[in-house]
Structures are given as C-alpha cells and as structure tokens.
C-alpha cells in the first residue's frame, strides 16, 4: 500500500510540474530531463508512469482539462450567487481566469499549434476537450434561451476562443467583456424573436 500511495504521488508530481512547465514555456520547449529535475523524480519513475513525452503531453492535457472544469465549476458557484445567471456568472469566471498570474492563453490552443501533427494523441484530445467546452457554453445558453440556442452557442464559442487569444496578444481582459457583451445581445435577440 505504501509503494502504491508513493508511486502516485510521484506521478502526480510529474503531472504537475509537466504542467506548469509546458503551460509557462510551450511543450517542445521543455525536455524529459528538466521535468525529473523539477519534480524530484527518477528518470526510472517517470518512464515508469508514461512510456514516452507524448504519452506525458496526453496526460498533461487531460489532467489540464480536470483543473480547468474544476476552476470553472467553483468559481462560477461563487460568482451565480450574484448574478443569478449562468452565462453571467462564466464571463465573470472568464475574466477571473484570463487576470490571474500567470496567464499564458489556453493550453489547449496552445498545444493544438505547439503539436501542429493532426493525428498525435494530444491534438485529438485537444479537439474532443474543445467539443466538450462547447457543449458545456451551449448548456449554458440552453438555460437562457432554450432550445433557439444553437446559433448563440457557436457564436459564443467563436467568441471564446478569440477572447483568450486576443487577451494574450494584448495583455489584456478587455476582449472579455467585448464578448460578454457579443454573447448578451445576441441573447436578447433571440429571445426577442
């Protein structure tokens, strides 16, 4: 039980520092060997874990995604007690997330260039996590709207993904509240209707 509860910890440790390292400095930019050092590991009981770096990458994006749902479902708990609306309460989230330290845009987009190969394990994780987020904003738009969601949950998502790149490119979380606001009229359009 003891080498069980070690073995996992050690992974964990991987997980973590691949994370933040890949996140802060880009996938290629990191090698095996700077993440043994930084996790305190074995080179032995990382090759133990994951059979290669691409099979790390796999694992990283998937633990990345965890801590993404994680942060979104608590921090939009927080912030729904307030605005008593779901679409609210994720830009409000949103914008906590691109102003925090740190930032460096989103891993997912980041890895989908970093990789550039369509067929690697990441790049189709990476698709699948974007689909899966997408769904995620439509519930989202669903509970404002209803079943007219459709078209204002792909905008949204357009309006997304181009809020985080235009928030790395500048700087800046204005490209935040441009979308929430893209996101609100088009709510009121709909309902409108």
């Known amino acids: 039980m003891e080498q069980i509860k070690l073995t996992s910890e050690a992974r964990q440790r991987i997980l973590e520092t691949a994370d933040r390292l890949f ?3 880009g996938i290629r930019a990191i090698g095996i060997d700077r993440i043994i050092a930084e996790a305190a590991v074995a080179k032995m009981s990382l090759y133990k874990h994951f059979n290669s770096k691409d099979e ?14 994680e942060f ?7 912030h729904s007690k307030r605005t008593k609306d779901g679409v609210r309460a ?13 930032f460096r845009g989103c891993a997912f987009q980041n890895a989908a260039a ?3 190969d369509p ?37 949204l998502s357009l309006l997304v993904e181009g809020a985080i790149v235009t928030a790395v490119i500048q700087g800046s979380s204005d490209s935040v509240d441009v979308a929430r606001d893209a996101t609100m009229k088009l709510i009121l359009e709909v309902k409108g209707k």
């Not at 979104?72 to 927080?78: I, K, L, V, W, Y």
């Open 23 to 25: 996140y802060q400095n």
């Open 72 to 78: 979104f479902q608590s921090s939009m708990e927080r």
């Open 114 to 116: 970093e990789l550039a």
């Open 119 to 155: 067929d690697h394990a990441g790049t189709k994780f990476v698709r699948g996590h974007k689909k899966r987020f997408s769904e995620f904003l439509r519930g989202l738009v669903e509970q404002s709207i209803g079943r007219k969601s459709a078209s204002v949950a792909a905008a």
């Open 56 to 69: 790390l990458i796999l694992a990283v994006l998937k633990y990345r995604e965890e801590q993404i749902l």
């Open 90 to 102: 994720f830009f409000a989230s949103f914008k906590e997330w691109v102003e925090s330290p740190g």
